[in-house]
C-alpha cells in the first residue's frame, strides 16, 4: 500500500510518500508514483538552480 499525506497551510506545502506496492500489476503502480514524485523534485531542483536568490531547496536523505 502506498500512503500519500499532503499539508497545506498558510503559505506551505508539505508532501509525504510512503510505502511500496509490488504485487499489484507488476508495481506499475509504485513505478507510476515514484516517477511523478521525483519528477517534480527535479524539476524544483532545477527552478532553485535557476533562481538561487528566490528560492532555497535543501534535500535531506534518511
Avoid: W
Amino acid at each position: 500500500m502506498i500512503t500519500i499525506n499532503a499539508e497545506l497551510g498558510d503559505g506551505t506545502f508539505s508532501l509525504q510518500v510512503d510505502g511500496h506496492e509490488g504485487h499489484v500489476l507488476e508495481g506499475r503502480v509504485c513505478a507510476a508514483v515514484s516517477a511523478i514524485t521525483q519528477t517534480a523534485l527535479l524539476g524544483l531542483e532545477h527552478v532553485a538552480g535557476q533562481y538561487p536568490d528566490l528560492v532555497s531547496i535543501h534535500i535531506k536523505e534518511k
